[in-house]
């Protein structure tokens, strides 16, 4: 078979998104590719002439963005269905239950044909407004799915602030009274990010995880922290477990339940290095 011929059985995906750092559409755009998928990529800010015409040259299976940050997203959507080219939206975040909530009716992306979101605990909240939506967790790139040496010691939290949802404060203060705590992206999330997560969870041996409390969801801490190496005591919630069997999780809202599972991990370190073990390679083989 020919180069020509074999290229036209790939699937052919338009992304448009924000592509200058790794951690951004370029993550996305580099794991198709490893599945032998052919990708455009179309910056965000491409004028609407720009974006249609790539599309129209490039004759995709779908276009994919997150939240379809346009400058005309209604025009693209429109050209888009007379095009009979499919439109898909991935977005990371919580909206049902959190004060975005109402972003929903607002944000071009929620307007695609079909619309996937980390989210697993609102699919009749999604059926009730007429969006076809799907969950699609996220996962670690594959590339940085590794372990590294470290001496591990201590405990840290990596997340923002996050004044919308005071649980987080009042928990890491109570970690940090009691363990002392080390925080990373406390004012700038993007203070650590690929290969140098690793190296922080090799060096460290509690990780706390906080997720915004909702039933069947989670943020990607849980795959980035697991994937990377990192030993994660996170908070339970429905669903996390079935997905993640060899998690640690602390009872719903029980401080003192956390705090007992950090002293114990960090006095058992065979224990807690095997459940690293297991984490890890249960991510390398299902969520890369």
């Not at 346009?70 to 990371?92: A, C, G, Q, R």
């Not at 939506?133 to 990596?158: S, T």
């Amino acid at each position: 078979m020919s180069k020509e011929n074999t290229s036209k059985t790939k699937t052919r995906i338009t992304l448009i998104g924000k592509f200058n750092k790794l951690h951004d559409e370029e993550y996305i755009a580099r794991s198709f590719e490893m599945i032998d998928c052919e990708v455009q990529r179309i910056p965000e800010k491409a004028l609407t002439h720009q974006i249609t015409g790539i599309i129209k040259e490039f004759n995709p299976d779908f276009v994919l963005a997150t939240k379809m940050f346009i400058t005309e997203p209604d025009k693209v959507l429109s050209f888009l269905k007379e095009n009979n080219i499919k439109s898909v939206s991935w977005n990371f975040d919580l909206y049902w239950g959190y004060p975005r909530q109402e972003r929903i009716f607002r944000t071009p992306g929620f307007k695609c044909d079909y619309v996937f979101t980390t989210d697993n605990g609102h699919q009749k909240e999604w059926e009730s407004i007429g969006i076809n939506h799907q969950c699609i967790r996220q996962g670690i790139y594959k590339p940085e799915c590794v372990l590294v040496e470290g001496k591990p010691e201590g405990v840290a939290f990596i997340g923002s602030f996050n004044s919308l949802y005071p649980y987080r404060q009042e928990m890491l203060r109570r970690v940090e009274k009691q363990f002392g705590l080390k925080w990373y992206g406390k004012d700038d999330t993007n203070e650590l990010r690929g290969l140098e997560l690793n190296n922080v969870f090799a060096n460290t041996k509690v990780i706390v995880g906080d997720s915004v409390y909702s039933p069947n969801y989670w943020s990607n801490r849980v795959v980035e922290t697991l994937g990377r190496g990192g030993f994660l005591i996170h908070q339970e919630v429905e669903g996390v477990k079935e997905e993640y069997p060899y998690l640690v999780t602390y009872k719903k809202g029980d401080l003192d339940d956390l705090c007992e599972k950090i002293k114990y991990y960090l006095e058992h370190e065979e224990e807690r290095l095997e459940i690293v073990k297991k984490n890890f390679e249960w991510v390398r083989d299902n969520y890369t």
